[in-house]
């Protein structure tokens, strides 16, 4: 059964470096997104992506994070200067046009 | 404002007991309902969803949920625990159109199954 997979699974970086959260969406899939889940608290979403473009950001989603689809196949979250904060679960989704929306297995993100 | 609540944060039950897991969502539209399980270490994997139809759903290892309108509520319910089911378990709530549509998420549900 196809999955989204990410990588790394887990990340740890110092505040004001630059991270690449990396996902790989199901291959016939054509919405992307991503979530983060801060320790403790609720799922939250992110960005959705479609056609080569965003559809939808949260106030989360500011300057300092930038999403690309850059070949095709790979569907990336990069963070510019990371926060204390921003440590989270980092979750990507995708769907096709149905409702359903298949999450991959995150990758936690520890900023020091 | 559309949001979803879990009031349990975590519940204990044994092997073989009954489950339900409470989801209350508020949104302003009828809403497709969701039911998400986490094990440790591996991502969201869906359980059931709710669209249309008929209020009880089945999905995949035994469970069902119930969507009663009156109540806003989107109910999970197992009638026998396994010990495999000690997860983490979240209720979604997505907008009914075929966009780019956000997720709601609720706080989740820790399940700990004792033998």
């Known amino acids: 059964e196809p999955e989204v997979t990410q990588t790394p699974s887990h990340q740890v970086t110092q505040m004001g470096q630059e991270v690449i959260l990396r996902c790989v969406p199901i291959?016939?899939?054509?919405?992307f997104y991503w979530y983060r889940q801060i320790l403790g608290q609720k799922v939250e979403f992110l960005v959705s992506?479609?056609?080569?473009?965003?559809?939808?950001k949260s106030e989360i989603f500011d300057d300092q994070f930038s999403v690309e689809r850059p070949d095709g196949s790979n569907f990336t979250l990069k963070i510019r200067s990371t926060k204390l904060e921003d440590s989270a679960m980092y979750f990507c989704?995708?769907?096709?046009?149905?409702?359903?929306?298949?999450f991959g297995p995150g990758t936690r993100l520890l900023v020091l | 404002a559309q949001s979803v609540t879990q009031p349990d944060i975590h519940i204990t039950v044994s092997e073989g007991a009954s489950l339900e897991l409470r989801c209350n969502y508020s949104y302003g539209a009828t809403p497709y309902l969701f039911w998400y399980v986490q094990s440790p270490g591996q991502g969201l994997q869906l359980l059931l969803k709710?669209?249309?139809?008929?209020?009880l759903v089945q999905g995949i290892k035994g469970f069902e949920a119930e969507f009663k309108r009156s109540q806003s509520s989107f109910n999970l319910r197992k009638p026998s625990v396994h010990w495999s089911d000690a997860a983490e378990y979240f209720c979604?709530?997505?907008?009914?159109?075929?966009?780019?549509?956000?997720?709601?998420f609720g706080t989740g549900t820790s399940l700990t199954v004792i033998p």
């Open positions: 992506f479609y056609n080569n473009e965003i559809s939808e």
């Open positions: 291959s016939n899939h054509l919405y």
């Open positions: 989704a995708s769907k096709w046009s149905q409702e359903t929306q298949y």
């Open positions: 979604a709530v997505g907008a009914r159109r075929d966009t780019g549509n956000q997720f709601y």
């Open positions: 709710y669209f249309s139809g008929d209020t």
